[in-house]
């Protein structure tokens, strides 16, 4: 059940692609990623679009995508795939690594790093121009299908020196990196996010370039995109700014006393 939830499929072809606003290149060099073949990894905070990213690539590209929100549980055998028992008898069944190696999918990994160890080891002869996915428990060794691509996301923020990824791993990777988008930019995705007036979204922008200042002295993490785009819809749908600002922009950050008071000091700078 647990590894069900982890996953989701989005299906190819027909599906409309998602909304996304790019911030630079990462559109074409995605596209030229998935014309050679080259796995991908994203870089960047928590809730800056990389996840909504890779949606509207899949669906651009025209592929089906299976998404693995990787946990400290996730085992390679969750995403190979097990013997499983159906009616008294043992059957295989294919895990979402799997199922995209045989479809010609593109398989996201996110959040990378917490997955166990394990894993990052059946990602290698993918990653490589072996580009074969070997299932030890069934001795098949299945080629990738044209059209397979692994993509894999991390929060190189988190300063835990245990969930890094090896040199050995992620040089099997193009890389790109991904930061809160600029200021006008922001405005216009969380607008087009939450359906609140571009007028009335700016201010919660600034205040979040505020907010984000704060990281590394009293915050491990700045307010995420989706955050304001949390606030900004519990605006357009009637609530108080300040009491949407509360429950949506600090108290996610922190549950410290004295840095909410002075997070709070900041909405007064910016709201007045
Ligand atoms: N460039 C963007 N274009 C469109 N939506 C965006 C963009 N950046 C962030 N978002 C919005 O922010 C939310 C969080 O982004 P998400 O992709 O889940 O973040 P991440 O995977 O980086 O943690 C998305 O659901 C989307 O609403
Ligand atoms: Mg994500």
């Known amino acids: 059940m647990q590894m069900k939830d982890a996953i989701t499929m989005q299906t190819g072809g027909a599906a409309k692609a998602p909304f996304y606003l790019p911030q630079g290149d ?13 796995p991908v990894l994203l870089k960047g905070p928590t809730g800056c679009g990389k996840t909504r990213f890779v949606a509207h690539m899949a669906a651009r590209l025209g592929r089906p995508l299976y998404t693995v929100a990787c946990h400290d549980d996730l085992s390679a055998a969750d995403l190979i795939g097990r013997y499983l028992l159906k009616g008294g008898e043992t059957v295989w069944v294919d895990g979402p690594l799997t199922r995209a190696v ?13 997955a166990r160890k394990d894993v990052t080891v059946v990602l290698h002869p993918l ?24 993509v894999a ?16 791993t992620r040089q099997r990777f193009l890389a790109v990196e991904f930061d809160f988008p600029p200021q006008a930019l922001e405005i216009d995705v969380v607008a087009r996010e ?3 007036a571009p007028d009335r979204v700016q201010p919660l922008v600034r205040l979040a370039g505020k907010l984000r200042d704060m990281k590394g002295q009293d915050l491990e993490e700045g307010v995420s995109t989706r955050l304001i785009i949390y606030a900004a819809s519990l605006i357009a749908g009637g609530m108080q700014v300040d009491r949407a600002i509360q429950a949506a922009m600090i108290e996610p950050l922190t549950d410290d006393a004295d840095t909410k008071r002075g ?5 007064t700078a910016v709201f007045g």
Do not use: W
């Open 26 to 38: 990462e559109v074409a060099v995605f596209e030229a990623a998935a014309s050679h073949d080259l």
């Open 102 to 114: 045989r479809e010609g999918a593109i398989c996201y990994l996110d959040e990378v790093v917490e």
């Open 127 to 150: 990653t490589d121009d072996r580009r074969m996915l070997p299932l030890d428990r069934t001795g098949e060794e299945i080629a990738a299908a044209p059209g397979f691509m692994l």
């Open 153 to 168: 996301s991390y929060n190189p923020g988190y300063q835990n020196i245990l969930k890094t990824l090896k040199p050995s």
């Open 194 to 196: 939450s359906g609140l």
């Open 263 to 267: 997070l709070l000091d900041l909405v």
